[in-house]
């Protein structure tokens, strides 16, 4: 049987996608070799780290306050410091950081009104 290996993108529709991907790469520190997409390879993924492919109930309140279908997570190495620069950037953050064992999450709001989850994986401890 084949299987899927992992998410190869996340698209989605803005009024501007060349100022948005600036916005990311600005404020999020996106790579920049291309000017309309940025590649992530799994050798920079942090110990811990992995993409999530999770439906959720249409009635979910997760994605609030974005009125969008959807809602993307970026891993970040400093949530901190990642929430303060896109807030610096002129994004609206979302609720308080939540903590779990599997690590940190913090949320965003976009210049397009997208809802943005950061997470910062909890560092596995050593074998």
Avoid at 35 to 45: E, G, K, L, N, Q
């Amino acid at each position: 049987m084949a299987k899927a290996l992992g998410v190869g993108g996340i698209f989605f529709k803005s009024k501007d996608p060349q100022a948005l991907m600036t916005w990311y790469q600005t404020h999020l520190g996106l790579p920049t070799d291309a000017p309309d997409h940025a590649a992530f390879f799994p050798a920079i993924m942090p110990a811990g780290g992995c993409t999530v492919f999770s439906p959720f109930k249409r009635t979910t309140g997760y994605f609030a306050p974005s009125r969008r279908e959807f809602m993307f997570n970026l891993v970040v190495d400093d949530l901190e410091g990642a929430l303060q620069q896109v807030a610096d950037g002129g994004a609206t953050i979302v609720g308080d950081i939540q903590s779990f064992d599997y690590g940190r999450f913090g949320w965003f709001l976009d210049p397009d009104g997208n809802k943005v989850e950061l997470w910062q994986p909890a560092v596995p401890p050593a074998s």
